[in-house]
């Protein structure tokens, strides 16, 4: 049965981005969410895939939701979330990567959250994760680190599992 996860690093107010870039630069962040969407679909909202650096993400399905075809080189498009996830219905698990559209809209339907929690509130930012009842979701893992001279901030990789 296919699992739909969304992937993030949010601040404490679930900031994500501001000016269509991410407001964290954390190394660790981005090998876990290399590690854990490498060999999978991912699906984001057009301005995140004008944000990556290099376009079309290596070794992944990438889908854009768009009404623009051919606009985003190395991604399909399709026009709306469950098009796309009608379209990976044959595959486990599903990464939901940005942006604040896309996450709002794919929360009611989300299974897992894959959240990096970074301790800091930004001065700052324009886009948001969506506000979710943490009740409604079970800790799974959940792994502090410090800040160190590569991180600026003390963080968690926490994954959520939704309650049946």
């Known amino acids: 049965m296919q699992k739909l996860a969304l992937i993030a690093a949010i601040a404490k107010n679930n900031a994500i981005g501001f000016e269509n870039r991410l407001i964290y630069w954390l190394p660790n962040d981005l090998k876990r969410?290399?590690?854990?969407?490498t060999g999978h679909t991912i699906i984001m909202g057009s301005n995140t895939f004008r944000s990556l650096p290099k376009g079309a993400l290596p070794n992944r399905r990438n889908i854009v939701l768009s009404r623009k075809e051919n606009e985003f080189p190395g991604a399909e498009t399709f026009s709306s979330l469950e098009e796309a996830l009608t379209n990976c219905s044959n595959e486990e698990i599903v990464y939901i990567i940005g942006g604040e559209m896309l996450y709002k809209s794919a929360m009611p339907h989300a299974d897992i959250l894959c959240l990096t929690e970074i301790d800091d509130t930004p001065a700052k930012a324009d886009a948001f994760f969506p506000e979710f009842?943490?009740?409604?979701?079970?800790?799974?893992?959940?792994?502090t680190f410090e800040k160190d001279e590569k991180h600026q901030f003390n963080y968690r990789f926490v994954t959520y599992l939704k309650r049946s």
Do not use: G
């Open 33 to 37: 969410f290399k590690a854990l969407t």
């Open 133 to 143: 009842n943490r009740r409604e979701w079970e800790v799974i893992e959940d792994e």
